[in-house]
């Protein structure tokens, strides 16, 4: 069916009673002729002429051209109907263990893809992940492709990047599940600089430097270049150092100035929103954030840096983990899944929408060039002469 996109445009029909004005105003031009013969009757008064339209086949065209210009100011399209719903779509965020996204949803015959650019089939769950730099914009371009009644479920991990700043709103209702993970894009942005560590600790975090003592370790036994030394928390730091890891409840102003300078600072025992989140354990639970300092940045810790009560401490990767996201550049793009779930459209789409301003165009440039030649073509008829 037809709908009209700017249905004000339709005002335009007022336009109409021009043409029936200047049809009714403009009459054909009568000459009246004496007759000798007629100077003997008797002078009788003249029957009044009847209302009539003349030139009907102008006025027509006149009228349509005016109809189909409104037309046009409406925007007209044609309301394709609904494309049938198809197999049920379910896709897995780069960043979700593939098994365990599969034994999450109970679909035995969906089809199953990446959310990666080109929508690759998920065949084997062993199989690597591609690339996913366009979260958001993904979501879009399946959201137009696939037909507004299929359903579609989307697994993302915890932390999702590639975000923008538009929240996604879609033609259909998606089944947004979260499960235990990173959505993690930062592998081109890693620096590999070396890494010089120094740690100071006010007096409720000093059993927190043997961690940190071994981490460096960890590090250097990774063949990565990292050193590692301790100083008070007030201390001036010294020019060089990468990271100041501070086991303090309170940023100390001289490790505030050198951060709002350009450096890095990690706190542990801060607020648990403190900051865009970065690393989560196998829970789900975020247990690294980062925000910006001035021109530095600050990664916060809810809990102590100790395995009782921080227990991503204890898992193999850790150290790995923890370097990576030192070592990689802020990304503005990040954010929680769970707050960044899709919202449906007021009105969703029943069918593909077709533009028939084209055609509308078209068919007024004939009318009017119709329009212009009988109108030419009456003009041209002599007095007297039947067209």
Not at 179 to 196: C, F, I, K, Q
Request: some cysteine.
């Amino acid at each position: 069916m037809i709908e009209f996109l700017s249905p004000a445009g339709l005002f335009a029909l007022a336009a109409l009673s021009l043409p029936l004005l200047i049809h009714l105003i403009r009459r054909p031009q009568r000459q009246l002729r004496d007759f000798a013969a007629l100077r003997w009757l008797a002078e009788r008064n003249r029957p009044r002429e009847k209302l009539r339209w003349h030139e009907r086949l102008l006025l027509l065209l006149r009228l349509l051209l005016l109809a189909v210009l409104a037309a046009l100011l409406a925007l007209p399209a044609w309301r394709a109907s609904p494309l049938p719903a198809g197999t049920a779509w379910v896709l897995v965020t780069p960043g979700v263990d593939a098994e365990t996204a599969q034994r999450s949803v109970d679909l035995p015959a969906a089809e199953w893809h990446w959310l990666a650019p080109g929508f690759p089939q998920l065949i084997a769950a062993a199989e690597p992940p591609p690339a996913a730099p366009e979260f958001a914009s993904l979501i879009r371009e399946l959201d137009q492709q696939l037909p507004p009644t299929t359903a579609v479920t989307i697994i993302v991990p915890a932390v999702l990047s590639g975000l923008d700043g538009g929240r996604l709103r879609l033609q259909r209702n998606v089944d947004w599940r979260v499960l235990p993970g990173v959505a993690d894009n930062d592998a081109e942005t890693e620096l590999h600089a070396p890494l010089r560590v120094q740690a100071r600790a006010d007096a409720d975090g000093s059993s927190e430097f043997a961690v940190a003592a071994a981490l460096a370790q960890a590090w250097q036994a990774a063949g990565r270049d990292a050193s590692y030394d301790t100083a008070a928390a007030e201390a001036p730091v010294p020019v060089g150092t990468g990271i100041v890891f501070c086991f303090c409840a309170v940023l100390p102003n001289v490790l505030e100035r050198w951060v709002a300078d350009g450096g890095t600072a990690l706190l542990t025992r801060q607020p648990a929103d403190s900051g865009e989140p970065v690393r989560v354990d196998d829970g789900g639970a975020i247990w690294l954030r980062r925000r910006p300092l001035g021109h530095g940045r600050v990664f916060s810790v809810s809990a102590a840096l100790t395995p009782q009560t921080l227990p991503p401490l204890l898992t193999p990767d850790f150290p790995a983990q923890l370097w990576r996201a030192l070592q990689t550049e802020a990304q503005p793009d990040r954010a929680p899944a769970a707050a960044v779930a899709p919202q449906k459209q007021d009105a969703a789409s029943p069918g593909p929408l077709r533009p028939l301003e084209q055609g509308l165009a078209l068919l007024a440039a004939l009318l009017f060039a119709a329009e212009r030649l009988w109108a030419v073509r009456r003009r041209r008829v002599p007095s007297g002469a039947t067209a």
